[in-house]
T-cell receptor
Framework: GAVVSQHPSRVICKSGTSVKIECRSLDFQATTMFWYRQFPKQSLMLMAT?????????EQGVEKDKFLINHASLTLSTLTVTSAHPEDSSFYIC????????????FGPGTRLTVL | AQSVTQLDSHVSVSEGTPVLLRCNYSSSYSPSLFWYVQHPNKGLQLLLK??????LVKGINGFEAEFKKSETSFHLTKPSAHMSDAAEYFC????????????FGKGTRLSVIA
């Protein structure tokens, strides 16, 4: 299957700083990328959907000014957690899909964010 | 609207015995259904998917699932558990039409005892 990478895999930062997480589709063009958040021992919660070249669509309750998403190319999307706080500590997972809604989403390995 | 209920948060089986992970769904439209597996601190891997073709779907690693519309169920089974099957399993639904995102169940943690 297609490969999606995330970088970094783990990041620890101080409260108040910003952190950028990259999501790349390595062998296909991702017209749509998704960002999820997963709390310990819980399911994935969709944060936002982004289509290449357009603004991301955020789910209800997700602060778009805090979680900045950029999808500037067909192989790269970034999530920037601005002014991070300890409650932002979580496992962030991206997924990527080429083509329409009927196509499979491929998931990245996730990024563990710890905010001190 | 779509929703998924995974009936067991934790299932424990002995190695070599059958696995049954239960999933019930609700969907306003004809659904696509998926099972994903997540090993600790890893991303999700697709086990199998149902997209309105054959109701018995075979996936990777010996897993299979049967779509039962009358019961709104999509239970995941495997005849014989391996130690390597220990992981978190997610049942996921999305309608076949529109651009609605995937809806995840809360997950079932599978433990395999030697």
């Amino acid at each position: 299957g297609a490969v999606v990478s995330q970088h970094p895999s783990r990041v620890i930062c101080k409260s108040g700083t910003s952190v950028k997480i990259e999501c790349r589709s390595l062998d296909f063009q991702a017209t749509t990328m998704f960002w999820y958040r997963q709390f310990p021992k819980q399911s994935l919660m969709l944060m936002a959907t982004s289509n290449e070249g357009s603004k991301a669509t955020y789910e209800q309750g997700v602060e778009k000014d805090k979680f900045l998403i950029n999808h500037a190319s067909l192989t790269l999307s970034t999530l920037t957690v601005t002014s991070a706080h300890p409650e932002d500590s979580s496992f962030y997972i991206c997924s990527a899909r080429s083509g329409g809604p009927g196509n499979e989403q491929f998931f990245g390995p996730g990024t563990r964010l710890t905010v001190l | 609207a779509q929703s998924v209920t995974q009936l067991d948060s934790h299932v424990s089986v002995s190695e070599g015995t059958p696995v049954l992970l239960r999933c019930n769904y609700s969907s306003s439209y004809s659904p696509s259904l998926f099972w994903y597996v997540q090993h600790p601190n890893k991303g999700l891997q697709l086990l199998l998917k149902y997209t309105s073709a054959a109701t018995l779907v075979k996936g990777i690693n010996g897993f299979e699932a049967e779509f039962k519309k009358s019961e709104t169920s999509f239970h995941l089974t495997k005849p014989s558990a391996h130690m390597s099957d220990a992981a978190e399993y997610f049942c996921v639904v999305t309608p076949n039409s529109g651009n609605t995102p995937l809806v995840f169940g809360k997950g079932t943690r599978l433990s395999v005892i030697a």
